[in-house]
């Protein structure tokens, strides 16, 4: 066990540090002058050689790598060209928007998609499971952005019951924070229950079909009680997975979403940092939404491996 | 000759009568003869501006309305089926290609150097979300049709690199194998002529589902900007464009939305269909 969990965790910080590596050499070194890029065209060359100091571009590359690692480390990541403030308090600032909805997106996702598998499950082959399965199929066609406009003609512009977009913050109430992010926490939630539906219909079907179940039903047990305590136990292992293999696909949507409803978040900031040029707001972005999805997957797979013994030796 | 009772074959149902397959013929054949279509004839020419006939609701004359600037939601339609498909097509093949090469190099030596230098990128790759690295790429390069291929393109590797890699290693356990391997051809050459053809009816399954994903992240680029810049319409760009003018004319968001959701959903079932057809033990319906 300990030699599973210590390979995991060099694989961890290897990972982490590819990423950092491709990141830096994407922003950093491959656009030749970072300075450049992030002042235009007509900067002048004051301005420029400023920001060059300021970026630190007078040391080698290898050296602002190492600068730049030590500085994630210690909660320094800079300060933002745009907005002149350090860039650790822009993401804490905007984490407040993105975190929520990513956890109302995943709550919601959880409870539309897993009872939805379930009881096309457990009507396998019937008018139920067939409409569960179109659910499915429509859910991953419509684009979640598509889904958003939907629900703001529907429920904002129509009906009046939710705010079209934007986010009054948490000082003004908890309920009208939330309200604000009830409709984008929907769109985010809508691939992503489609998908737990599929999963969880399908390792639902084959954990039914299994000796212990089989097993469980001569024993006598009630059905309600042979499916809840035996079989959705071990059907919903694969459920876990993939929820976490969506996280990165989530963070994606959420970049799309915020833009949609005007939400002030991490994934509205990496966009605006991109068309005002802020190269040190993109790299830290990116390489927070990749280090994101890398420690998830990582929690993912360790679980996976405390849970199945078979998994640990495999790898 | 069979006896009654006994285990006679079941006969096979025809996998292009499944409903899967004929839906998702259908709703591709659509978009695909929409875009093909729109290089010979569109109702209008989809960058004319009319202001006069501006934010016109659907009728006779605009099929779809027209939108701010007097342009015909229709034929932009069209043209948007057009470039759609041109980044899918683009993407999934730099993915399928590279991909592919990669995923039956790292079948020649399991567990090599070179098997685990490709599956740890492939991994690393994965973690990666897409609309990141898109807007990466963007980032030095500009937004751009050419760059969302790239970036779209780069989300696509790992899948196929998998995938290939997964079959290669079953079809490199066979007997055929050793006797190509005793008539004297070398790694490379056993990887195209044998490996290749027993790998390449997942890949084309495989790519049709991608297909669907990929026109689903050319949309969402387009949405952002960072896809098909103006004057090219793109279902994506339409949508950001309508939603300044959803209040007064909804239906400027709903056809270019449902045109991305009738593509990505014909590719969908044209891909369940066609795996159906190859591997009956995944059917989905059981």
């Known amino acids: 066990m300990l030699s599973f969990l210590a390979r995991r965790c060099v694989a961890l910080v290897a990972t982490l540090l590819g990423a950092a590596l491709v990141i830096f050499v994407a922003l950093e070194v491959l656009p030749g002058d970072p300075a450049a890029v992030t002042l235009g065209l007509n900067a002048a060359p004051e301005a420029l050689a400023a920001l060059r100091l300021e970026m630190g571009l007078d040391k080698p590359a290898p050296v602002r790598f190492l600068a730049w690692i030590s500085g994630i480390l210690t909660g320094d990541l800079g300060l933002s060209y745009t907005y002149r403030v350090p860039v650790a308090q822009l993401i804490g600032e905007r984490m407040a928007v993105t975190l929520p909805l990513a956890l109302a997106a995943i709550i919601l996702a959880t409870s539309i998609g897993v009872p939805l598998g379930l009881l096309a499950a457990a009507n396998h082959n019937r008018p139920t499971d067939a409409a569960v399965m179109i659910f499915a199929q429509l859910g991953l066609a419509v684009p979640n952005f598509w889904f958003g406009l939907l629900l703001v003609l529907l429920f904002a512009i129509g009906l009046g019951w939710f705010p079209a977009g934007g986010f009054p913050g948490w000082q003004a109430g908890p309920a009208a924070a939330v309200k604000a992010l009830l409709l984008p926490a929907f769109a985010l939630a809508l691939p992503q229950a489609a998908i737990l539906a599929r999963v969880t219909r399908s390792s639902m079907l084959d954990t039914l079909q299994e000796d212990f179940v089989r097993t469980a039903r001569a024993k006598g047990l009630a059905e309600p009680v042979t499916v809840v305590r035996h079989a959705l136990r071990n059907a919903l292992i694969p459920v876990v997975t993939i929820m976490g293999l969506q996280f990165s696909v989530l963070i994606a949507g959420a970049i799309i979403i915020e833009n949609v409803f005007a939400l002030p978040g991490l994934g509205r900031l990496v966009f605006q940092s991109i068309t005002q040029h802020d190269l040190i707001v993109v790299k830290d972005l990116v390489m927070l939404f990749a280090g994101l999805a890398i420690l998830v997957n990582f929690a993912v797979e360790l679980v996976y491996g405390l849970i199945d013994p078979r998994l640990r030796e495999a790898s | ?286």
């Open chain 2, 1 to 286: 000759m069979t006896r009654a009772g006994a285990s006679a074959p079941v006969p096979a149902k025809r996998w292009w009568t499944g409903p899967s397959f004929l839906i998702g013929f259908a709703l591709t054949g659509v978009i695909v003869a929409g875009a093909l279509l729109s290089y010979v004839w569109t109702p209008y020419p989809p960058t004319q501006m009319m202001i006069l006939n501006r934010l016109k609701p659907p009728s006779a004359t605009n099929w779809f309305g027209t939108d701010q600037f007097g342009r015909d939601v229709f034929s932009m339609i069209m043209v948007g089926a057009r470039n759609s498909l041109a980044v899918g097509l683009g993407a999934v093949g730099f993915g399928l290609v590279l991909g592919t090469t990669l995923g039956l190099l790292a079948a020649i030596r399991r567990d090599g150097f070179l098997d685990n230098l490709i599956m740890r990128t492939a991994d690393f790759t994965h973690a990666f979300p897409a609309v990141l690295t898109a807007i990466m790429i963007t980032a030095i390069a500009g937004p751009g049709m050419l760059n969302a291929i790239v970036a779209i393109g780069i989300l696509n590797l790992p899948y196929f690199a998998r995938l290939a890699r997964g079959v290669a290693i079953q079809v490199w356990t066979r007997d055929y194998i050793q006797a190509a391997r005793a008539a004297g051809l070398d790694n490379v050459q056993i990887s195209v002529r044998h490996v290749l053809p027993n790998v390449a009816g997942v890949i084309v399954v495989q790519a049709t589902i991608q297909f669907a994903l990929a026109i689903l992240a050319e949309a969402g680029l387009s949405y952002l900007g960072l896809g098909t810049q103006p004057p090219n319409p793109s279902w994506g760009r339409m949508l950001n464009e309508a939603q300044t003018f959803m209040a007064v004319q909804p239906w400027l968001a709903i056809f270019p939305g449902a045109a991305i959701a009738i593509a990505v959903l014909g590719f969908n079932l044209l891909g369940d269909g066609l795996r159906d057809a190859i591997d009956p033990r995944l059917r989905r319906s059981r």
